[in-house]
């Protein structure tokens, strides 16, 4: 997703769009103190909602991926947008899922008594209003709209042009699951213009969380041009390292997992690395999986002294290709493996291959990103496989939230205090009463 620069918006349209924002605030707020049971039947009449209006979502999808062909969108765009039944249903069971998680409002984290009669809370409340901005990926519609439903907040959604039908027709099935639960729809919004986009991020007033889904200059434009705070990654480089103690069947497996059985998500690897000491007989063995899942290969020097493929450039190592492609690297040591990573990766996903459970220790503590593996494809790094139902987003920042973001990541909190006439003075100076601080 790219923003260009636009004609400055009339004050109708700011104003309008000013007014959107004011009334999903309300809504949310009033959502923020609804039952729990209510919401989990709010999340239940979505999902009914979106099974009946099947027909006309995956119509309208066709109907977007017919015309990103015409307009020549790149693959791993195309990827993202195509939402068939099987991604749909997908879907529908993340919301239920979502309804069946522990609700995330109204947590007591800390109950203390710092006086007798004055007790201190600290209660988990909803953010208030998210703005996620995406590009392609309509499912990624229903995931942030169940969580933020569940989480008690509202949502202002803008999708790429691209995906602008099959956006449509989600949201229109959502906001009639909610009139029907009794809920205010309007705490779900979409939005369609660039300019929308553009003005949201002005909205500092009404909105409390920016998340942006798409690439890295996009997310760096939408960090530098807001005053709200931003949620996200920009770049999916992620690593796999064959240690020289890997199971040679096994790495080859899970570079294959990792690289095609999603090429386009986040969490596919784009650099293989391997240890000299296994180089040889690795690549001579992984050559003819990976091309007979036609992924181009790229290799520095000393891999193409095994493999008849094309070199490698200094570029490839910091670049998400989101594609059939695939960079490989010979590395002379664990050490080095993990200096590559700490250079070239994006803080993402980075998985070792190995039998050797102190290689895998060492690999685990000094690699810096939000999802370190042993012995498993990085494609594991979602959301609803960690069980949480779904997710707004990836956050490769180092303050928390970190890794897929679920309903943890959609919450913040607020100290209560409650005493009995009780003042500071009481506990300062000379005289000063002192605190209990006991624990409740």
């Not at 001579?284 to 070199?311: N, Y």
Request: net charge negative; proline share 5%; with cysteine.
């Amino acid at each position: 997703m790219t923003i260009s620069p636009v004609v400055a918006p009339d004050s109708a349209f700011l104003s309008s769009l000013v007014e959107l924002a004011k009334r999903t605030r309300a809504s949310a707020l009033h959502l923020g103190r609804t039952p729990t049971e209510m919401r989990n039947q709010a999340l239940e009449a979505i999902a009914q909602s979106l099974e009946a209006a099947a027909p006309e979502i995956l119509a309208a999808n066709q109907a977007d991926c017919q015309t990103a062909q015409e307009e020549g969108l790149a693959s791993a765009l195309y990827a993202r947008l195509k939402l068939d039944e099987t991604k749909l249903r997908g879907a529908i069971a993340g919301v239920r899922d979502v309804g069946r998680l522990p609700d995330p409002i109204g947590a007591v984290q800390i109950h203390r008594e710092l006086d007798t009669g004055l007790v201190l809370k600290r209660v988990t409340c909803p953010l208030g209003v998210l703005g996620v901005i995406f590009e392609a990926r309509p499912d990624a519609v229903v995931q942030i709209s169940s969580l933020a439903i569940k989480s008690g907040n509202g949502v202002i959604l803008k999708g790429g042009k691209e995906a602008i039908r099959s956006c449509e027709a989600l949201v229109k099935a959502i906001r009639q699951g909610l009139e029907q639960a009794g809920l205010d729809p309007e705490v779900v919004q979409l939005l369609t213009t660039r300019e929308e986009t553009l003005e949201l991020l002005k909205l500092d007033t009404y909105v409390d969380l920016i998340i942006p889904r798409g690439s890295n200059s996009f997310v760096r434009f939408v960090q530098e041009n807001t005053r709200i705070p931003v949620l996200g990654h920009a770049d999916g480089i992620c690593h796999l390292y064959i240690d020289k103690a890997a199971d040679i069947p096994q790495a080859i497996a899970l570079t294959i997992d990792s690289k095609t059985q999603y090429p386009a998500a986040c969490n596919a690897i784009e650099t293989l690395l391997v240890h000299q000491a296994i180089a040889k007989d690795f690549l001579s063995q992984a050559i003819v999986p990976l091309q007979e899942k036609a992924v181009e290969l790229r290799g520095d020097a000393r891999t193409l002294e095994i493999l008849p493929i094309q070199p490698a450039t200094e570029a490839d190592w910091s670049t998400e290709y989101s594609d059939l492609i695939l960079a490989i690297k010979i590395v002379d040591s664990l050490e080095d493996a993990i200096a590559h990573i700490n250079t070239y990766g994006s803080r993402h996903t980075e998985a070792i291959v190995t039998k050797d459970e102190q290689a895998a220790a060492t690999f685990m503590a000094q690699v810096d990103a939000a999802g370190v593996y042993h012995n498993c494809s990085t494609r594991f790094a979602d959301g609803f496989r960690y069980g949480f139902g779904a997710e707004v987003g990836i956050s490769t920042q180092k303050m928390p939230p970190r890794g897929p973001v679920g309903l943890e990541g959609l919450v913040t909190y607020k100290y209560q205090l409650v005493g009995n006439g009780h003042m500071a003075a009481t506990y300062s100076g000379s005289n000063a009463k002192p605190f209990t601080h006991q624990d409740l």
